[in-house]
């Protein structure tokens, strides 16, 4: 199995930087697409970013600017940069990996969330 575990999140405001941590933990496992989704409340899950293995990342149009995804595959650990983060950026945050525990065997993993307040 493969555990994943977020931090960074917290209080912000308006107009602030923030960057949350995502690591991945398990026995054996290889970690193919990193990907953070956010939900606001009242609202459905959306996604915010995506990074292959290679690192080619990819947001939707709705995110580009001033969100930077990233990842460390030696620490098994994908990172989000957010910054000039606006009130409707207050959402929980959740990482989600792709994870190849075997060569027959991928899984879809998520994080328990953190949640990130931008507010004055």
């Known amino acids: 199995q493969v555990q994943l575990v977020e931090s960074g999140g917290g209080l912000v405001q308006p107009g602030g930087s923030l960057t949350l941590s995502c690591a991945a933990s398990?026995?054996?496992?290889?970690?193919?697409?990193w990907s953070w989704y956010r939900q606001a409340p009242g609202k459905e899950r959306e996604l915010v970013a995506t990074?292959?293995?290679?690192?080619?990342?990819d947001y939707p149009s709705s995110m580009e600017g001033r969100f930077t995804i990233s990842r460390d595959n030696a620490k098994n650990t994908v990172y989000l940069q957010m910054s000039s983060l606006k009130p409707e950026d207050t959402a929980v945050y959740y990482c989600n990996a792709g994870a190849l525990l075997s060569m027959v065997d991928y899984r879809e993993v998520w994080g328990q969330g953190t949640l990130v307040t931008v507010s004055s």
């Open positions: 990074i292959t293995r290679s690192g080619s990342s």
């Open positions: 398990g026995r054996r496992f290889m970690i193919n697409t």
